[in-house]
């Protein structure tokens, strides 16, 4: 890589550039706010959007049941040992992280408005100020980037805007804040944000620069107002950039493509059908109200007392003369025309269909079906578009993985130690450092791929896997002269855990079969 050379990065044209992505941002941006409206319809008493949210919390309830964790595994032998480590200790930091909590966070956004952005930082204030890495929910309105990009990789630029407090920043970068309150006002008017008392917006300008070798260094400018709080391109200690990596610390997880490195979600694809049932549902009950209440046609010349007539609780309500139906007459509603509960039906079942909520996806079954396995595999084939959807999320978990290990390469100069609890409540304690993980003397590195698989907390899972264990047991596929025959079966069998089993057996009988004797 070239040798590093500091330098001032042209702020006047990150901010002409910040402008122009926040213009061409608005119609993501007002889609979102749109969506974020009918959403808060459900808590805030205005128009009905309960089939949407039926949809998006059945959605979510199916990709918690399915959390991602990493397993790493080495490119080569010799890194078998430091794949094994990593495989242990990333779990733990995710937990420091409170990247559960993350995940669930991001998959509304996933659902509701087709994007979910996670931020992969290293924090230096974690861990007593030893620093760790730190895995964020980023909002959708805080980044920009060059709208077009079908992979936010491919941006020139990235900015992340935020609102901080003008006493911590005062304090931690040791500025007067009353001498940039004006161009931090005028930035924040640009970019329409409405900006809390006290507090003061910061942008994170994120940009890569691209050197005559073909390498590529990802540095990193922090400002306020037309003033440089930061910049790494002018810190002699950051010559492989900010993040040696080279990528943009956030990784967006889309649900449905737009061919940007944006996405939509089941908000718009059903709000439309949403909206003709609301109003459907209004007309009927204001149909409703009519038909309940008792009203007449009355000739002005009726004779009636018309106080007495209203007071229920008379017995006698004087009259003058006849009274019949010409001058008296109950207004009469006629029933509600069957056609429109029919295209309220048929708007439900669109968008049930559209946003895959069919019930049977939800664990309702009808036709009759009371077999287990047949309900099994309907809900299986009902679960196809959540499956997708979760794929998708483990694509961008092994993008955010692949971020953590860089960060740990980069970072992690002194061993820390990590305390790992087995399945049985064992306990044990490993130390790692980054230095291992990083170039030696001949250059080389361990590299990892990474392979995810899901923390099935559905007790429908557990209850499958333990049913399934037991049948194994049951047709004596566990006993020792069945070794042979168990390890083919197996053999054509492919289920969480096969593996494992197998080695399990082999390592119990071997491989079944007696030796002959010659």
Same mark, same amino acid.
């Given at each position: ?173 040791? $500025? +007067?804040?009353?001498? =940039?309150?004006?161009? *931090?006002? %005028? ?8 900006? !809390?008392? /006290? ?80 109003? $459907? +549902?209004?007309?009927? =009950?204001?149909?409703? *109200?009519? %038909? ?8 002005? !010349?009726? /004779? ?91 694509? %961008? ?122």
């Amino acid at each position: 890589m070239n040798e590093h050379k500091t330098a001032i990065p042209d702020l006047s044209l990150a901010i002409k550039t910040l402008i122009r992505y926040k213009r061409e941002k608005a119609e993501l941006e007002s889609r979102i706010a749109s969506e974020g409206d009918i959403w808060r319809a459900v808590y805030t008493g205005g128009e009905s959007s309960s089939w949407i949210f039926n949809s998006i919390v059945n959605k979510h309830a199916d990709i918690i049941d399915s959390i991602p964790y990493c397993v790493c595994l080495p490119r080569e032998k010799r890194d078998e040992k430091y794949a094994e480590t990593l495989s242990k200790i990333i779990p733990v930091i995710t937990q420091r992280c409170g990247f559960e909590q993350t995940y669930s966070d991001n998959c509304w956004e996933k659902l509701k408005h087709g994007t979910a952005a996670y931020g992969v930082f290293w924090n230096n204030a974690l861990e007593d100020g030893l620093g760790d890495v730190d895995i964020r929910a980023l909002t959708m309105d805080s980044i920009y980037w060059e709208i077009g990009a079908t992979d936010i990789q491919d941006s020139k630029n990235l900015f992340i805007v935020s609102q901080s407090d003008v006493d911590a920043l005062e304090a931690t970068w040791g $500025i +007067d804040y009353g001498e =940039l309150r004006e161009q *931090d006002s %005028a930035l924040a008017s640009s970019l329409g944000m409405s900006v !809390s008392d /006290g507090k003061c917006v910061v942008v994170d300008w994120y940009y890569k620069k691209y050197l005559s070798d073909g390498s590529v260094l990802l540095h990193m400018c922090k400002f306020i107002g037309d003033r440089i709080l930061y910049s790494s391109e002018s810190d002699p200690s950051c010559t492989g950039g900010w993040y040696e990596h080279g990528q943009y610390p956030i990784v967006f997880d889309r649900l449905y493509p737009t061919g940007q490195a944006y996405g939509f979600g089941v908000i718009a694809t059903s709000a439309e059908a949403q909206r003709y049932i609301n109003r $459907i +549902d209004a007309n009927m =009950l204001e149909y409703s *109200d009519w %038909a309940s209440r008792v009203r007449f046609w009355a000739k002005r !010349s009726l /004779g009636v007392n018309e106080k007495e007539f209203l007071d229920l609780d008379r017995s006698i309500v004087e009259v003058e003369g006849d009274i019949d139906e010409e001058k008296l007459r109950q207004i009469e509603i006629s029933p509600v025309d069957s056609s429109v509960m029919e295209a309220k039906l048929l708007k439900i079942e669109e968008l049930k269909t559209v946003t895959g909520s069919l019930d049977v996806s939800q664990g309702g079954i009808t036709g009759g079906i009371t077999a287990a396995s047949a309900i099994s595999i309907l809900r299986e084939a009902g679960a196809k578009a959540s499956r997708d959807g979760i794929e998708e999320t483990y694509r %961008a978990y092994v993008k955010i993985i692949t971020l953590v290990i860089e960060l740990i390469r980069q970072f992690y100069d002194e061993n820390r130690v990590f305390r790992i609890v087995g399945e049985d409540g064992s306990r044990e304690y490993l130390d790692f450092s980054g230095k291992r993980i990083r170039a030696d003397e001949n250059g080389y590195r361990p590299h990892f791929d990474i392979e995810i698989n899901a923390v099935k907390k559905a007790p429908s899972e557990s209850e499958k896997k333990n049913q399934f264990a037991k049948e194994l047991y049951d047709t004596g596929a566990f006993r020792p002269e069945n070794a042979a025959q168990t390890l083919l079966m197996l053999e054509m069998m492919d289920f969480e855990g096969v593996g494992m089993l197998k080695a399990s057996i082999r390592s119990l009988y071997g491989d079944g079969k007696e030796e002959k004797n010659d």
